[in-house]
């Protein structure tokens, strides 16, 4: 026997996050996660007063004049978040940043090759250019990370780390 009922209403399905992969970003007041940072950062930039921010998934410090995809690199992450979130009606003074990731994956991997402190680097470079203030970090170690961002409980971060701790900023 089949039975058949009648749905009242479809059943919206809950609201995970928008998922920032390796070289995206993304902005609004939506949840947004970002997953397997390990020399990656993700960058955060928070709009304290209109609870609304961006993240970006950064792969490597330096664009070398690419600008294809912007949320790549650190050099041109930091500009098109910050661009972002003025022209949508952000002002300066409200833009804080936070930061995770930048993990050394790789031990015997040391200076030029070790592209998790460089990222991490380039983006506090960034950041000081436009004078946006990095208020929370967790970088560098060796483990990676995945990040939860919540733009209206205050800019919450959770990071979950590969080793099993879980910090919150």
């Not at 009922?5 to 059943?11: D, V």
Request: hydrophobic letters at 35%.
């Amino acid at each position: 026997m089949i039975r058949v009922t009648a749905m009242t209403e479809p059943r919206k399905p809950e609201m995970k996050g928008q998922n920032v992969g390796i070289g995206e970003y993304f902005t609004g007041d939506f949840v947004m996660t970002s997953i397997g940072l390990g020399s990656c950062v993700a960058l955060i930039l928070h709009d304290r007063k209109w609870k609304k921010g961006a993240v970006a998934h950064v792969m490597l410090p330096e664009s070398n004049g690419k600008m294809e995809r912007p949320g790549k690199f650190a050099d041109t992450a930091v500009t098109v978040l910050y661009e972002e979130l003025i022209s949508g009606g952000s002002n300066k003074r409200d833009i804080v940043a936070k930061i995770a990731g930048g993990s050394s994956m790789f031990k015997h991997f040391k200076g030029n090759l070790d592209i998790g402190s460089r990222n991490v680097t380039a983006i506090k470079e960034a950041l000081e250019k436009y004078h946006i203030p990095l208020v929370e970090e967790d970088t560098g170690g060796t483990v990676g990370r995945s990040i939860i961002y919540y733009p209206e409980d205050d800019g919450k971060v959770i990071v979950r780390k590969a080793d099993g701790k879980c910090i919150e900023f």
